[in-house]
């Protein structure tokens, strides 16, 4: 199995930038698609981007396509997610999740592997 911990969450205004990023430890990390989910407040858990096994392979949910950009370094066993103009609908705490069933995945059901989140607040 692999255990996954998320960092760089943080406070950032609105149109700003972060990067979060996932490690991994355990399991070779290249056996595991990977993504990331988001959780506001008193809403499910939803995908927001989610990459292959190779990193060949990404996928974005609307919201965040032109701005997100995920990706993995295999080497270094970690995922990220650069955001970019960011918007106040951002705001959630931020999961890593890794599958290894299938070489991409955007089904929530999906991941065997949950990070304990990471909160992202965009101010307007």
């Known amino acids: 199995q692999v255990q996954l911990v998320e960092s760089g969450g943080g406070l950032v205004q609105a149109g700003g930038s972060l990067r979060l990023s996932c490690a991994a430890s355990g399991r070779s990390f290249t056996h595991y698609a990977m993504g990331w989910f988001r959780q506001a407040p008193g809403k499910d858990r939803d995908i927001v981007a989610a990459?292959?096994?190779?990193?060949?392979?990404?996928y974005y949910t609307d919201s965040v396509k032109g701005r997100f950009t995920i990706s993995r370094d295999n080497a270094k066993s970690t995922m990220y997610l650069q955001m970019n103009s960011m918007k106040p609908e951002d705001t959630a705490v931020y999961y890593c999740?890794?599958?290894?069933?299938?070489?991409?995945?955007?089904?929530?059901?999906?991941?065997?592997?949950w990070g304990q989140g990471t909160q992202v607040t965009v101010s307007s």
């Open positions: 990459i292959s096994r190779s990193g060949s392979s990404t």
């Open positions: 999740a890794a599958d290894p069933h299938r070489t991409l995945t955007t089904m929530i059901t999906d991941y065997d592997y």
